[in-house]
């Protein structure tokens, strides 16, 4: 039984047995497509814990609920009837995500010096088709016979079995596990609800089996399954047709001419491979260095479920680090090197377990667990910033890609999953990609993307060069000649290698120059030649590391991290949400609603403002407690009362959000313990104590609240 | 000779005779179009002049040089031969940027406590049909009529004529104006450069009236003028195709059933409106309040040039501020109404001229030279924000748009208008776009869109009400009555008597429930009567005061005000920018490549990170003057050297990009004043005053440059 496996493989096609891979032969980035997929939540222990004590058995809906009530986002264009897999962020949302992204930026970009870049979102097909992504960049999905709807092919087949397991284990009357309740939605519609009906040991091993796969089959393969296992349409219980391929990215025409067919970037990447030579020589022609992009991608997803998890548009972040392939290690790596991390490696995975490895970087890369120090650099680093931000650290691990889930280019790849009520997510890919990328732009358009080093004595080394028929080369292409002698000895190793290959096998080549000319060249004008030269310069294409965020996955998981509610009513939901991070810092609460405190309320705020601390105010009508209960919900880790006796002592008092414990202090005073907490250096529950030796107990809390 | 004034409409279709104007009785938003047009540039002063002196005359072309070279921005995909009106940002481009929003957020939506919100950019059909962007978002296109090439007919009549007045002015004898060197790059084509031939003074006073008209003409206008003028194809001199309009939205399908259409939104705006309901309750029901949003969108122009100026992809940071629409009053006006603008109001361009008035925005308002508060509070922001960040304050103007250039529903409309080398261009855009949007919405979707107030006292009110024939209603639709006439009471004001004008006309009408039924009701059963009521609650749709920033065009103009080059070397340009938007805050320049420096060095940009302040090491084999003059064309505002006096005196001497003047201090103490002047509250120039007064003169200068 190979469950515990089945569930880590989000990616299809990429586990399928050897000979099933010819496909990636072409060199087609697997990696791109899969890394956003979601393991299937098959393994997972009770995500019911957040950091903080929670009394209360977690509820997915109450969350939820309290996530658009309080408009951290909302299905967008709700008035309109809505549109799957688009969201859109309101006021804490979208702070709450801003303030992520400028963690981010300070952890990775001013820390590492990287070069930050903001490429187009539109993108040329060529492009596109070149990284692979326009032939293979989809998903399969099939449709009810009757009614038309549309299924995502491998998605509904997980359902139905799951349901049927569900059902079967309904019928032996064993307890429904974690699994099970974290299965797909689709699986709860009412027509997958299955009455309990027990299946036969044979089925029920098959069905295991299947699901263990369910991310390799091809389209054809699942079509057989479909009829096989008699899965029907949900709804109707029509047939279903054979699945077709879908290209999962949005497709549009760039200018009036209907001729220039564009992509919506399915992610950021291939804006940074294309850029390579500028950024290079920004960074004075030496490597490593890194660039990094934050930006929207899209995804045309089949059938867009499980709220922000799974969405059509989103922000990612992505750092692609270009390495010697020759040296992999990292300046900085002595920096982690201690740092230790949850590792679930491919052979504890290919023993069917999943338990979790706890190491030092340091020892994974010396015992090859990880396969270098740039990648274990960012691998740490990427643990490290997912705690910074309030990732439950008991809930995140990182799961390393089976060999045959892999892109056989990359010769390591590791995924930071989370675990939440939807069970464990990929929320940060980082894999090795070694030349690929930069290879085929290369290939394809000519342009070498190569770094270039002078070496301290001058070796001899054999290279491919083009050698010309100048007598015949140049009354051919008369006033062409000079500009194909140029593109051609403009082509690196790679080029000129695939171009002898073609000569000698069809005896003639298309060469397209700069100016976009397309050139026939024959065997007879052109050979490409082995030479023995010297070089005192060495030439290369830069190892690419990729460590790839998803925004809203990252966002929405800590969100259910730092979900709980008040042991003393389960309707009072808080979020945790660390100082530095949280969209609102302090609410202003005059106890009164009386013109007298105004201008105290407005000079606080000023001085917030002035101090760079998000605050707001709330004067409403309702009660103390219920303003502080609806900022629990948003929060906000601050409350500062002001009361006649601010007015009259100049004092407020501060309270904390999680134990609702309060203090009170000089104006002056609480907003520098404020500021120090949620910007400075310190740590955020270390900064409350210090607040709590700082300031003194407000013992009129009781009062309050 | 109406010359100056049309320079000034860079809308199509805006400034039509009242006959022509029927279209915008359905409420179409001309405004949306119009705003980041530009202003031809044909009455802009010379603008070669920066902010800091320059001995050199301006030179376009050497400023795009630099900012191409070091990768400020570049055209993207350049390897696969690009994609006009697509750029990607560098580095230095992408940090200024992002210095530019951070400065935004903190200007506009932290000072005054703005809702920030992320909406998609992919936007169903049916919300872009409501606005008005499917049906009028539209520029005239030609073709050439054999080989196709494709052209916006306004600017190629626009550049034709331009070129033949040019042509003429030079058999004449007079010396090119600088609105002749700022036009439009198409008349710089060859073909476009006709030989010096005079024009009869009647065609050139024709010539002069149709570019003053030039943005009003419809389709078949510019056909006419095309016929009548023999305007040709610039490269073939080819016959012209009839215009035909042309849709700028990118157009795509949602999901998988090619049944959903969408566009990429071309302005964020739409995604403020359609969360109204949801922005009102999380400001807890009350106005004034404002969303703002800062995000990509998306415009597929016919012909893009112009660099950054008109692009296909662009960031738009926007403001929504909903106010009572009987009391624009603006609580922090008082806090403006002394501060100065110079004004082009719409009176002076209707006599002719283009003479700025400056005066306090609070004279302006009193003189309804700006209609209400809430909008001058937010013209003299923007004023303020755009001299904060850099922008030249000589060629800043607020210009007010003419009565026809306004879509009726507004009732002022003013644009910032910055001078570049590409003549007055619109940056800024800010309407009072009264009810229009929310109106729309509301009308299409059933869905409410208003405030509603306690009113102190009871007052009576005549409003119209749906009245259903009860006994044929039920029976007639069964178990949807109940959902209709929910659906019916829950119309406003303005929707139930669109509906009773129907009934009466037509006798007949069609109700779209939320479950998207559609039902015809006939007058039989419906009647929509007036009633008295006493009501205790107010309920009214708010109007919309519109700031909107097209943030590539602010960067642009930006980079062209700070642009100047050094009087002993034409060749060294400078980027004067200001301090806290720079990109880079201090170049850290080791004095030689030895290993000696390097653990000083490291401990600089270390104690700068830690401080917040963006450095780099230049540790390149470069001169330290090639290495200054790198980072001056970087605009990096500050250089601290360290040399072998540093290890042994632990000081470093800090470089001023402009004037090249060094002073000397302990390490600690430079980088304390740095970050004072990068990101204290104080004035940046005074930040430099107060350098040079506390440290000393450092005399080595010489031999450093």
Request: glycine share 6%; aromatic share 8%; proline share 4%.
């Amino acid at each position: 039984m190979n469950l515990t496996c089945s569930s880590l493989l989000g990616f299809r096609q990429s586990s399928k047995p050897a000979h099933l891979h010819l496909r990636s032969r072409i060199l087609f980035s697997l990696l791109r497509r899969r890394r956003f997929n979601m393991s299937a939540a098959k393994d997972q222990a009770n995500p019911s814990n957040p950091i903080k004590k929670n009394a209360h058995p977690f509820d997915r809906a109450q969350i939820e609920g309290l996530l658009i009530k309080r408009f951290f986002y909302a299905p967008a264009f709700e008035h309109y009837g809505g549109v799957a897999g688009l969201y859109d962020f309101g006021p804490p949302g979208s702070t709450l995500q801003s303030n992520i992204l400028q963690e981010w930026r300070r952890h990775f970009i001013i820390e590492d010096e990287m070069s930050e870049i903001e490429t187009t979102c539109i993108t040329p097909a060529d492009v596109l088709k070149t990284s692979g992504h326009v032939d293979k960049f989809t998903d399969w999905m099939t449709r009810d016979s009757k009614t038309g709807d549309i299924f995502r092919a491998d998605h509904l087949v997980e359902a139905v079995l799951a349901s049927r397991i569900a059902a079967d284990r309904q019928a032996r009357g064993i307890q429904a596990s974690s699994a099970d309740l974290a299965s797909n939605n689709l699986a709860k519609k009412k027509k997958l609800k299955s009455a309990p009906v027990k299946l036969s040991d044979d089925t029920l091993a098959r069905y295991h089996s299947i699901l263990a796969q369910i991310d390799n089959y091809t389209g054809p393969e699942l079509g057989d399954l479909i009829r096989a296992e008699n899965i029907r349409a949900p709804d109707t219980d029509n047939e279903l047709t054979e699945p077709v391929e879908f290209n999962l990215m949005f497709e549009s025409q760039i200018g009036p001419t209907g001729q220039l067919k564009g992509y919506l970037r399915p992610e950021t990447a291939q804006g940074h491979f294309v850029n390579f030579n500028r950024l290079l020589e920004f960074n004075n022609g030496r490597l490593p260095f890194a660039s990094a992009q934050i930006g929207k991608s899209f995804r045309n997803e089949i059938s867009p479920k499980q709220g922000l998890l799974r969405v059509r548009e989103f922000t990612m972040a992505e750092i692609e680090h270009y390495v010697d392939p020759s040296d992999k290690r990292h300046e900085k790596f002595c920096e982690v090197r201690n740092h230790k991390l949850k590792f679930l490696p491919k052979d504890v995975q290919a023993s069917g377990r999943t338990d979790l490895i706890e190491l030092s970087i340091g020892e994974a890369v010396e015992r090859q667990i990880v396969d270098n120090e740039t990648l274990g650099y960012f691998l740490a680093r990427i643990d490290l910033f997912l705690k910074k931000i309030g990732i439950d650290p008991t809930r995140l691990r990182f799961r390393q890609h089976m060999s045959n889930e892999m892109a056989h280019y990359a010769s390591d790849c590791w995924d930071a999953e989370i675990l939440s009520s939807y069970g464990w997510i990929e929320c940060v890919g980082c894999a090795d990609r070694s030349a690929y990328d930069l290879t085929v732009h290369s290939v394809r358009t000519g342009t070498k993307l190569v770094v270039r080093e002078a070496l301290r004595e001058t070796i001899e080394q054999t290279i491919s060069v083009p050698v010309f028929d100048k007598k015949v080369f140049g009354p051919r292409f008369k006033k062409d000649a000079k500009l194909i002698e140029d593109t051609l000895s403009g082509f690196d190793e790679a080029r000129l290698n695939c171009l002898s290959a073609e000569l000698e096998s069809k005896g003639v080549t298309s060469i397209i120059t700069s100016n976009n000319g397309k050139f026939e060249v024959t065997a007879d004008l052109l050979k490409i030649e082995r030479r023995t030269i010297k070089q005192n310069t060495r030439e290369y294409t830069p190892n690419v590391i990729e460590p790839s965020f998803g925004i809203g996955r990252i966002l929405y998981s800590l969100l259910e991290h730092c979900f709980w509610t008040r042991e003393e009513d389960i309707n009072r939901g808080v979020l945790s949400l660390p100082p530095p991070i949280a969209p609102v810092k302090v609410l202003i609460v005059p106890l009164s609603g009386t013109d007298v405190l105004r201008p105290l309320v407005k000079k606080i705020s000023n001085k917030l403002r002035k101090a760079g601390i998000a605050s707001r105010v709330d004067d409403s009508n309702a009660t103390i407690g219920k303003r502080y209960s609806r900022n629990d919900e948003l929060g906000t880790p601050f409350g500062i009362t002001v009361d006649f006796g601010s007015i009259k002592n100049g004092t407020v008092t501060l309270r904390e959000r999680d134990s609702t414990k309060q203090l009170i202090g000089r104006i002056d005073e609480v907003i520098e313990i404020v500021r120090e907490i949620c910007l400075g250096e310190e740590n955020s529950d270390k900064g409350w104590e210090l607040a709590c030796q700082k300031l003194e107990e407000y013992s009129g809390v009781q009062d309050l609240e």
